[in-house]
């Protein structure tokens, strides 16, 4: 457990200097948290919605083997 708190410990240190030492550290990290937001809440909100809500579970594990079934099925074919 000490040792991966040291690896982390040191990550982080190497990682915080790097960006400090850099001309242009800060804006880059901003640049990076706002790429993160727009990938996890704006994009996940529009565009990724959640293909079974509102079905049970089995409802849910009966759709995923269908669509693995035709999915092999489909692989077969082309071959």
Do not use: C
Request: hydrophobic share 50%.
């Amino acid at each position: 457990m000490k040792k991966i708190r040291q690896f982390f410990s040191s990550f982080w240190i190497l990682y915080r200097d790097g960006f400090r030492n850099m001309t242009w550290g800060r804006p880059l990290v901003w640049l990076i948290v706002l790429k993160l937001f727009i990938m996890f809440a704006i994009l996940r909100v529009f565009f990724f919605k959640p293909a079974m809500r509102g079905m049970t579970d089995v409802q849910k594990s009966e759709q995923v083997g269908e669509r693995l079934i035709s999915h092999s099925a489909d692989t077969l074919k082309i071959q």
